[in-house]
């Protein structure tokens, strides 16, 4: 089940960490087994104890928990190296035609992203922004390992879906979400934008951002952004321009 191939084969998740088991639990995943070492002190960890309690109660309650020895807990621990808690969801598959918009809704796209650990701390930021769902692109499965750890969890608690570039565009168009492409050679910036509507922002991989990808056409108007630099560097970690732009929108929004 460490084997990407296997866990979408099987439509399993593998979450490993009390703070990131209770984020699906609460995100309401379905429960295959919770499994912990023989070891573990249970009530000596303050600081996640509330996440403790809650995945043992959780676990118990749905007959799912499994005590393992120590060797065993480090050969199914991400890593080797565990933390506490290994736990197995059935996979969400929720249909992005079936997800139901706010009026006001605010959507991240994440295209062609390779970093786990950067998709994740994408949700981490859009979480605190208050973004209501990330569409992905040919990106990096977002229950990659490094996402949920890089996520804090939040990666279960943002709906997101994956979808082809026509797919996702015919659904931006058909819900009347105005569209934007961050590209570092566009002359609007984030300040003259109007992101107060049913907004989608685009980005791109810090590496070669979109090129020739979300191009503009006649029936899909696109509008570049970009975030104004005064430094050396060219470009911005994808999560920091996630963030950026994502309190930006919900600045706007606040001041409406």
């Given at each position: 089940?460490?084997?990407?191939?296997?866990?979408?084969?099987?439509?399993?998740?593998?979450?490993?960490?009390?703070?990131?088991?209770s984020q699906a639990i609460?995100?309401?995943?379905?429960?295959?087994?919770?499994?912990?070492?023989?070891?573990?002190?249970?009530?000596?960890?303050?600081?996640?104890?509330?996440?403790?309690?809650?995945?043992?109660?959780?676990?118990?309650?749905?007959?799912?928990?499994?005590?393992?020895?120590?060797?065993?807990?480090?050969?199914?621990?991400?890593?080797?190296?565990?933390?506490?808690?290994?736990?197995?969801?059935?996979?969400?598959?929720?249909?992005?035609?079936?997800?139901?918009?706010?009026e006001n809704s605010l959507?991240?796209?994440?295209?062609?992203?390779?970093?786990?650990?950067?998709?994740?701390?994408?949700?981490?930021?859009?979480?605190?922004?208050?973004?209501?769902?990330?569409?992905?692109?040919?990106?990096?499965?977002?229950?990659?390992?490094?996402?949920?750890?890089?996520?804090?969890?939040?990666?279960?608690?943002?709906?997101?879906?994956?979808?082809?570039?026509?797919?996702?565009?015919?659904?931006?168009?058909?819900?009347?979400?105005?569209?934007?492409?961050?590209?570092?050679?566009?002359?609007?910036?984030?300040?003259?934008?109007?992101?107060?509507?049913?907004?989608?922002?685009?980005?791109?991989?810090?590496?070669?951002?979109?090129?020739?990808?979300?191009?503009?056409?006649?029936e899909a108007v696109i509008?570049?952004?970009?975030?104004?630099?005064?430094?050396?560097?060219?470009?911005?970690?994808?999560?920091?321009?996630?963030?950026?732009?994502?309190?930006?929108?919900?600045?706007?929004?606040?001041?409406?």
């Amino acid at each position: 089940m460490r084997d990407n191939r296997s866990r979408r084969k099987a439509n399993r998740v593998l979450v490993d960490g009390w703070r990131e088991t209770s984020q699906a639990i609460l995100a309401g995943l379905e429960l295959c087994g919770v499994y912990v070492p023989e070891s573990v002190i249970l009530g000596k960890n303050d600081e996640f104890q509330p996440s403790v309690d809650l995945v043992m109660r959780h676990a118990k309650a749905h007959k799912k928990l499994n005590w393992v020895a120590d060797a065993l807990m480090e050969k199914i621990s991400y890593g080797q190296s565990s933390r506490g808690v290994v736990a197995e969801f059935v996979r969400p598959m929720a249909s992005l035609k079936s997800f139901d918009l706010s009026e006001n809704s605010l959507i991240l796209i994440l295209d062609c992203i390779e970093k786990p650990g950067n998709v994740g701390a994408v949700f981490r930021s859009a979480d605190a922004a208050g973004v209501d769902a990330i569409l992905l692109c040919q990106c990096v499965d977002q229950y990659n390992p490094n996402s949920i750890r890089s996520s804090l969890g939040t990666v279960f608690q943002i709906p997101s879906f994956e979808g082809t570039e026509p797919e996702l565009r015919d659904y931006l168009v058909s819900r009347g979400i105005r569209i934007y492409a961050a590209r570092v050679e566009s002359s609007q910036t984030l300040w003259e934008c109007d992101l107060k509507g049913p907004t989608a922002i685009i980005l791109g991989s810090e590496a070669i951002g979109l090129k020739q990808r979300w191009l503009p056409r006649p029936e899909a108007v696109i509008d570049g952004i970009c975030i104004p630099m005064s430094g050396k560097a060219d470009s911005l970690n994808i999560s920091a321009s996630a963030a950026i732009l994502s309190f930006e929108a919900a600045r706007q929004r606040s001041a409406t």
